[in-house]
């Protein structure tokens, strides 16, 4: 399923705490990205303070390599984009994070390693830092709140660039059955005949126990009755236990009648 | 452009960090999100590590709403999805995070008002506890690294929220000028006859420099050198800068010429 295309690396530029890198390393690994690279970073690595929020993403924090500038970092990197949350006195090609991925993909299938950028917490990427990027990435969040936390930034790339992935090794019906709806039972599905036994049952319980009103609403009520249960695509299990409520108040019923 | 249609509600169940409260306000808000509940959370509310998470998403924080179950918490909501990494034994329909969305939409567009709920960071939520959801969400992480950092998770289905209400109550042209490539100009951008008069400079001042080997070659190397100015799209600002460049160098040769 996995094709052998480069998997996009994630550049932290001049970040200020090392917990971001951390849930970073972990948000990459949730979606099979596993190239981090830091420049100048502002506390020393490597640091504790990433270790607890990776999560288990050790792997990833032990490889990441440490640069002094944005070029070195992208030595073996042939296109990148940068996000960015403010408008820039800078002439570039801006585009959404779908776009990216998709142009990401573009490179990767040439063999071409592939490179997203993210600026520090508090202030972002320079012009100077963003103008050597092919493009700038902008996620349209709300106008007046749009400064994303980083590592849920670096986390909204991810899984943009693992869904086009997706969409892209998978066949359709592979990729509908990760995304579509699906009913996952403990018991088998129950068979219509299972569940026309159930139904018949129902009935003639609800018929000696005066439950309808009048005989000519039966039918309709009946099939309001049906319809509801049809719709829950009911197990086997769970057509037994409906079976097990009617039986169990029978007994009752039953006793009830001697005492 | 905004619908007024519901947006969902986000339901935290005994989250044991109150910073992970603060990060999905922040990713809410991010979003266009604002109603934010809570169901027995580890610690006290109101609490202060949430606020430094919250990065200003204040307006979120103060209007949380603390419950001691879930049904209480969904007193005015009809339909819920639960996160889950983890396959249960319970009979369930389940679905990708995509999918998830759109279902939400279709019963906001009724206005009837749904709701996301998230487990703790630790567990997860319990079978008893999802059993009330009309259907799970499962994200396509890797199958080995499969448990999402809890804001995280949040960001990731308000973003998927934000776009399939983007896609809805935009008109497709709206949409793709948010999604698609775009070019920024500080200036505007050049016009064919300015890059001809470029072109034509640069042609003359590379021939008295004797740039061109040979006179047949200098045709395609022409070519080759104007499709490239042609893909970035130059805005007059850029042209007048690279017309500057020539009559520098053109300058500095004059001088040379007469010393």
């Keep these: 399923m996995k094709s052998n295309i480069p998997y996009p690396v994630i550049v932290l530029v001049r970040t200020q705490l090392p917990e971001n890198i951390g849930s970073t390393a972990r948000a990459m690994k949730n979606f099979g990205l596993s190239d981090l690279r830091l420049v100048s970073p502002r506390e020393s690595w490597p ?8 999560a288990g993403a050790d792997s990833i924090l032990e490889n990441i390599q440490v640069f002094e500038s944005i070029p070195e970092a992208l030595h073996d990197v042939s296109y990148t984009v940068s996000l960015t949350a403010r408008n820039r006195d800078i002439t570039k090609i801006e585009f959404g994070p779908e776009h990216a991925v ?63 992935h997706l969409k892209n090794s998978l066949s359709e019906e592979e990729y509908k059955d ?48 049906k319809s509801m249960f049809a719709r829950s695509n009911l197990s086997q299990q769970e057509l037994g236990t409906l079976n097990g409520i009617i039986s169990a108040i029978e007994r009752k019923l039953k006793t009830k009648g001697k005492s």
Excluded: C
């Excluded at 640091?47 to 990776?54: R, V």
């Excluded at 007046?144 to 936390?149: A, E, G, K, W």
């Excluded at 039918?219 to 009755?225: A, D, E, I, T």
């Design 47 to 54: 640091n504790k303070g990433a270790k607890s929020m990776a």
């Design 102 to 164: 998709k142009k990401i993909l573009y490179y990767s299938e040439k063999n071409e390693k592939s490179a997203i950028i993210f600026g520090p917490e508090q202030s972002g990427l320079t012009n100077d830092e963003i103008s050597i990027s092919n493009a700038l990435v902008k996620v349209p969040t709300e106008i007046n709140f749009s400064s994303l936390n980083l590592a849920q930034a670096v986390l909204l790339m991810s899984w943009e660039w693992k869904k086009v």
């Design 178 to 225: 990760i995304s579509d709806p699906k009913l996952y039972h403990k018991t088998p599905i129950s068979s219509v005949s299972e569940r026309d036994y159930f139904f018949s049952r129902l009935e003639e319980f609800l018929e000696m126990n005066n439950f309808f009103a009048t005989k000519e609403m039966q039918p309709s009520v009946m099939n309001n009755l």
